[in-house]
């Protein structure tokens, strides 16, 4: 039987913009974060006595110039060569723009694939070929699958590529190519990087792309890690994921229906916190919370936002310990018994609702809302603008989840004003 490791955008050392900024923040345990999964992949990979490691892209973040990065890296692979294992590894977009990708000297059990043109690898003792191409540039844009050689007989061939494939949202279209394309060569497993969420585009081949090996913001939420793939004697791959994460992203949504107050609110948060700690066997959480639901608590939430967001940090601490931080906090509620999409039929509330309701699947009035805060993202201070991970006034789908968000607020303000009257 062949066993095989299959891992992909590691990002070791990624620079974590503004953590610090952050109230609470563990800066030094998630900078910390991707080398220790890296160890992790080092030990499975170890303990589950692997013929060879496939990493698909990535290793690196781009011109990322601290040598200690690349140092702790070969260090790593030498203690793979330690227990006889080879690795074998393709540049991806972030390789491409890096030097240590092109002048650190690797471990002799450690082969990058070339980048002008496919390579293939073979491992005559167990049968295996490993075909490969790596980023010659950090935008490749064109098809690299259609010069893979066809698939070698009597081998297990795999494939490594890092691309979009058919396209990923949030991911640059590089080396784009489809399923078909892929499955015409003829291979038993096609190992992908690039795309940072698990995905299995197709069993016959396996076509896998592993995800990243360490969550590094919020938007990339629950179990990182990689595939560990079992080879019967028939030629059958079995892939099994298995995490390496040494803390997680999560969103948390908490349903207040009902609270007769903000300190019962609060209460069934932390029931929704402690849940999702045994839901992640007790791996560390960065968590963004949202309440939502119409309760009694919206009064008392509304009127001091900031000091319930502290009774919060401070009740999930006294809960959790630091098992969990929490990045962000929103309310999202509204008062109880008053649903104001029922109530306005008529009138420039209704019409408000409206506009409201056509917005996400209008994109003229999307592309004018981006445009308009173009000259406002213009004059935003420095400090701000290297927000750019959260101010996303280009992204048109980012701004229609903004005003789903707004939308309940700015009608519970409206609907307060107008009973005021």
């Known amino acids: 039987m062949i066993s095989f490791l299959h891992a992909a955008d590691i990002h070791l050392d990624s620079p974590l913009r503004n953590l610090n900024r952050y109230e609470g923040a563990p800066a030094e345990a998630v900078r910390g ?53 080879r690795v074998f590894i393709i540049s ?23 980048t002008g043109s496919p390579e293939s690898i073979c491992l005559d003792q167990i049968h295996v070929a490993v075909h490969g191409q790596g980023f010659w540039s950090p935008g490749v844009k064109k098809n690299m ?18 691309t979009c494939a058919g396209g990923r949202e949030g991911h640059e279209s590089y080396a784009p190519c ?124 509304c009127a001091k936002p900031e000091h319930w967001m502290h009774q919060i940090r401070g009740a999930v601490l006294d809960k959790a310990g630091e098992q969990v931080w929490l990045e962000k906090i929103f309310f999202n509620t509204r008062p109880p ?6 109530t306005e039929k008529e009138g420039p509330v209704a019409e408000l609702l409206r506009v409201f309701d056509e917005i996400p699947s209008d994109p003229d009035f999307l592309r004018t809302l981006s445009s308009s805060l173009d000259d406002l993202e213009r004059k935003l201070p420095g400090e701000l603008r290297e927000f750019s991970e959260f101010l996303r006034f280009g992204d048109e789908k980012w701004l229609a989840e903004v005003c789903e968000k707004i939308r309940p607020m700015l009608l519970q303000r409206l609907w307060q004003r107008k009973k005021d009257v």
């Open 33 to 85: 974060a991707s080398r220790r999964a890296l160890e992790n992949l080092v030990e499975l990979a170890i303990d589950r006595q692997v013929d060879f490691v496939l990493i698909s892209g990535d290793l690196y973040d781009g011109e990322w110039k601290d040598y200690n990065t690349g140092l702790f890296f070969v260090s790593r692979m030498a203690r793979l060569r330690e227990a006889g294992i």
């Open 92 to 114: 991806g977009n972030h390789d491409a723009a890096s030097r240590m990708t092109r002048v650190l000297r690797l471990p002799d059990n450690v082969k990058m694939l070339a």
């Open 145 to 162: 699958v259609m010069k893979y050689p066809r698939a070698l007989p009597g081998y297990f061939n795999i494939g490594m590529l890092h």
């Open 178 to 301: 489809s399923v078909a394309d892929m499955a015409d060569k003829g291979y038993d497993y096609w190992a992908l990087g690039h795309v940072h969420k698990k995905e299995m585009l197709s069993e016959e081949p396996y076509i896998v792309f592993p995800g990243n090996i360490q969550g590094r913001h919020i938007r990339e939420t629950g179990p990182k890690g990689c595939m560990i793939v079992e080879v019967d004697g028939d030629g059958r791959a079995c892939p099994e994921f298995l995490p390496l994460d040494v803390m997680r992203w999560e969103r948390v949504g908490a349903d207040i229906s009902g609270a007769a107050d903000a300190y019962e609110a609060v209460d069934l948060l932390c029931g929704h916190i402690q849940d999702l700690l045994e839901i992640n066997e007790g791996i560390p959480l960065a968590a963004r919370v949202e309440l939502s639901g119409s309760s009694a608590a919206h009064a008392d939430l």
């Open 337 to 342: 018994g008053e649903d104001f999409s029922q």
